[in-house]
């Protein structure tokens, strides 16, 4: 089995892949708004001693054909560690079909395109990036440390290279302050970018989050209220969006532009239903 030291994290879409943690925390970990490794210092694994778990795994589930390498911002590993740890992946597992890592902007950008070709032809597949706001005022009130514009171009020069983007935003990160710039300035943003993938979650604070002076809460219904104005914003070509995460008060999913007027008929139903909670967040489950 591969050694793992907790706490480790993996998007949902990756439940079925095998897991193998590269890295120690996140090498940025300065986020307001996650608690996902806080208290935990970013170290990297020795590579002598990953290569051979590899191998070792391998003669486990020599049938694996999707593999997840943790922890956060595993792109932001050097050109020459990533390469090789691909082309053992791909020498130990003859099924393999595609790794998958988180990334962010910055890390992205380190690498030229062809760099990038290569992890691709290596079989390195979906990156899952952390976009959170088209606000640079937000992004900064967050401590996210990105650039808007560097995020956008990020993903276009990753997709073209032919990988794959799984784009997240947050609703409610700018508070109630700044909710109509957060969703007027993600919609543009995500126009410009294109993902081919986009999950929309919902950030209620939860212990180990420290948000900025001033920030309030979206009620539930400033939360729906908020992710209906973002997609009637979006002038998508061809992307997957899903808002069915347990955070969002309303599950959704569906194909942009193709289904865009249907999710905006069931977030207006919604929002004049009565059902949300317009003086707090109503349900909100522990969740990262």
Sequence with gaps: MPKYEEPLFRPPAEAGSLIFQVARGCPHNTCRFCGMYKGVRYALRDPEETLAEFAHTAGLYPEARRIFLADGDVMQLPFATL???????????????????????????????????????????????????????????????????????????????????????????????????????????????????????????????????????????????????????????????????????????GRLPHNKAELLRTLGSQLESGDLDKNGPGFTPLFL
């Design 83 to 253: 390469e090789a740890y691909l082309t053992a992946l791909n020498s130990f597992f003859p099924r393999l079909n595609r790794v998958n890592v988180y990334a962010n902007g910055s890390s992205i950008l380190a690498k030229n395109a062809e760099q990038l070709a290569e992890l691709r032809r290596l079989k390195l597949n979906t990156l899952y990036l952390g976009f959170e706001s088209g606000s640079q005022k937000v992004l900064d009130l967050v401590s996210k440390g990105e650039k808007v514009d560097a995020m956008v171009d990020a993903v276009r020069l990753a997709q073209k290279c032919g990988l794959r983007a799984s784009v997240m935003i947050l609703l409610g990160l700018g508070g109630k302050i700044y909710s109509a710039e957060h969703a007027r300035l993600t919609a543009a943003a995500l126009n410009r970018m294109q993902p081919r993938l986009l999950s929309a979650l919902r950030f209620v604070e939860v212990p180990g989050t420290v948000m900025f002076d001033g920030f309030e809460t979206l009620s539930e219904y400033e939360a729906v209220s908020e992710l209906r104005d973002i997609v009637a914003g979006l002038e998508m070509t061809k992307t997957v969006f899903r808002a069915n995460h347990t955070s969002n008060p309303v599950p959704l999913e």
